[in-house]
């Protein structure tokens, strides 16, 4: 049996699950043991606020800036809630999925 691979990346108005849903965090990976749980969808929409929160607009003369000293500022909130979602992830796994984290060493080196 093939596994599929859901990666965790962040970005502007998206949940560290890719796919997600902007408005709700609702993974849309096509594994349903992921797609729904709502755990899993609240941490994910907790984590796309938060980061989201890191871009600026018309700041600065510029249409839009990501804050970097912010992102740093919430370094042990991102980690904690990214260490969340893989643990939840991991719990509901049923085989069917792999995990690819982009982030948590990103953050970590901040």
């Known amino acids: 049996m093939k596994k599929e691979l859901v990666t965790i990346r962040l970005d502007f108005l998206q949940g560290p699950i890719w796919i997600s849903d902007v408005d709700t965090g609702q993974p849309m990976t096509g594994i349903d043991v992921i797609d729904n749980d709502e755990v899993v969808a609240s941490i994910n929409h907790e984590i796309s606020l938060l980061y989201s929160s890191f ?18 500022d919430n370094k042990n909130n991102l980690l904690e809630l990214l260490s969340k979602l893989i643990d939840r992830l991991n719990e509901i796994n049923d085989g069917s999925y792999e995990i690819n984290d982009e982030e948590t060493a990103r953050i970590s080196s901040l």
């Open 55 to 72: 871009y600026e607009f018309d700041s600065n003369g510029e249409p839009c800036t990501f804050n970097s000293q912010k992102e740093k």
